[in-house]
């Protein structure tokens, strides 16, 4: 084995970088001419055993978000291996720590797209490795090919006293190996044909910081009486691949991506399988339109995560216009999710009569580890058949509603005129003096839940359930006095005037003949050409 130390000081004029995906490349670390060891298999440079090289250096306060540092392969390289680490120096309280991400881009090179991406493991792993028929988890299995690669840091943080860190990588001549062909989940399941399924769209395993494997993950979604899951990785699509065996007649696999930029995330939902979506940009950087082009284009949705999470770079900060849903219940109910769902329903009441299009809200567990349950809270989704086009149709559409658990169901819907009825999603085009009738029909609630109709005007009739948490609200309106109607269910009040956490919540039924806003949400679907064409919710909810 050959070691080599090399040192990287960065001085205050390395950090001028601007615009999209600010990075500082560092000097390249070469194993060209080294003498390679003893041991292991020849390849095909007449190399062989291992080869070590070790990387110190140190970050100051202010540093790029991306640090890239340059790493020449030869010939002949059967296995990639990296090992990282930085030291963690106690700080003041209220002063950011250290934090340092990790990542790895092959000799295509480090642009924006993404060509040469090769996995990404932010800061939940201190090593990975890469070879054609195997990787770590969080990486791309593939050839190593002789060329530029390029190890990607990431400093989210750095204290007063600056990032030490240190990277060791060990480059293993041999046979490349062969590269497995990719096994990718099905599109559709047998499901129950038109009928509302549930579903958890936002979920962690090993492939990124979560501690579950997907085995686990599949067996965890139908203990919680799941339809669906979508994958969703921080920066990686290496799970796509890793759920051979493990869907059903009961279970679809959606893949999918949460991309985890430095001021807010957003899931992906129900991509191309194999399709990766850069997230090296920031809100001042104006690319996030055009990574949402490139999530519809693989036939996904994009719905901003926790958008008003407190976590460091969690808070989002695109805005939604590129948004087709929005995620206003993550986990376990949290002030957070009020917030968002506050902030969602004034969005409701801007595009009601305005003509713009609106947002359907939607949740999802976020779950990584035991003992975070999944499927609390799930998504509960109107659709015609259990299939990728037919789940993300509903979504689109507002045709859904969410609930803590498979325990709880909801009916909801409006009916008035002569013999009109709108469901979730959906309008009841009715003359604004005309009498409507809703009705909210709930089963499974905790004991002492309260059921709510909400509109525009805020919450305007509750109704405490029977012990039995089932039971029948009726409230009559006219579309002059509630531009829309919503229905919660909540539990008792632990800190009145404040509300009582989420049991379930729908999206809103739209009252009145509006009809520049009648079509509910209007958003771009990608066609298998590329090319776009707008998409209406209004389909009967049934």
């Known amino acids: 084995m050959c070691n080599d130390h090399t040192e990287h000081a960065i001085g205050r004029r390395g950090l001028l970088v601007t615009g999209a995906a600010a990075a500082l490349t560092l000097g390249s670390v070469s194993f060209a001419n080294a003498a390679p060891g003893d041991s292991g298999t020849s390849g095909t440079s007449g190399k062989s055993g291992t080869e070590t090289k070790t990387v110190r250096g140190t970050l100051p306060p202010g540093s790029p978000d991306f640090v890239h540092l340059p790493v020449d392969v030869p010939r002949g390289v059967r296995e ?21 991400d990790i990542g790895i881009f092959d000799e295509r090179g480090t642009a924006l797209g993404g060509d040469g991406f090769r996995g990404w493991s932010g800061g939940a792993r201190s ?14 299995p593939g050839p190593v090919r002789s060329g530029r690669w390029h190890i990607a840091l990431g400093p989210y943080t750095v204290a007063p006293q600056g990032l030490a860190y240190e990277v060791t990588i060990t480059l293993t001549y041999g046979s490349p190996g062969r590269t497995p062909r990719p096994v990718h989940p099905p599109e559709r399941a047998k499901g129950r044909g038109r009928a509302w399924y549930r579903g958890d769209c936002h979920l962690h395993s090993v492939h990124s910081d979560g501690r579950r494997t997907p085995a686990e993950i599949a067996a965890g979604a139908r203990a919680a009486g799941l339809d669906f899951i979508n994958t969703s990785e921080h920066n990686t699509s290496s799970a796509h691949t890793a759920w051979e065996g493990l869907w059903g007649d ?36 104006n690319r996030f339109g055009h990574y949402a082009r490139e999530i519809r284009r693989a036939g996904g949705l994009v719905v901003p995560a926790h958008p008003h999470a407190t976590c460091i770079g969690c808070n989002w900060k695109f805005g939604f216009a590129d948004a087709d849903a929005v995620e206003v219940w993550n986990g376990p109910f949290t002030p957070e999710d009020e917030v968002a769902l506050a902030s969602w329903d004034n969005t409701l009441v801007s595009a009601a009569r305005s003509g713009r299009p609106w947002t359907p809200a939607m949740g999802s567990s976020d779950a990584h580890r035991d003992p975070e349950p999944i499927g609390t809270p799930q998504t509960v989704v109107l659709a015609d058949e259990l299939s990728r086009e037919a789940i993300l149709a509903g979504i689109r559409a507002g045709r859904s509603y969410i609930a803590e658990s498979a325990a709880v169901s909801l009916t909801f819907g409006a009916s008035g005129g002569r013999g009109l009825h709108a469901g979730i999603g959906e309008r009841l085009r009715v003359a604004d003096d005309e009498p409507v009738t809703v009705r909210l029909e709930v089963t499974g609630a905790p004991a002492g839940s309260s059921a709510r109709i909400v509109t525009d005007q805020g919450t305007l009739h509750t109704v405490t359930l029977p012990e039995s948490g089932t039971g029948t609200v009726e409230w009559r309106t006219t579309a002059e006095y509630a531009t829309y109607v919503r229905a919660e269910v909540r539990r008792p009040a632990t800190a009145p005037p404040l509300p009582g956490n989420f049991v379930a919540l729908t999206n809103p039924v739209f009252l009145g003949r509006t009809e520049a806003a009648a079509a509910g949400p209007t958003r771009y679907r990608a066609r298998r050409s590329g ?12």
Do not use: K
């Open 531 to 542: 090319t776009y064409a707008p998409t209406s919710s209004a389909a009967p909810c049934g």
């Open 250 to 285: 009961d279970l679809l696999i959606l893949t999918g991506e949460e991309i985890t930029t430095r001021n807010g995330h957003v899931v992906a939902i129900g991509m191309d399988a194999g399709t990766f979506v850069d997230w090296r940009y920031r809100a001042r950087d």
């Open 80 to 100: 990639i291996r990296v090992a990282y680490s930085y030291e963690r120096p106690a700080v003041p309280a209220g002063t950011q720590g250290n934090a340092l």
């Open 127 to 140: 090593e990975f490795f890469i070879r054609a028929d195997e990787a770590t988890p969080g990486y791309l």
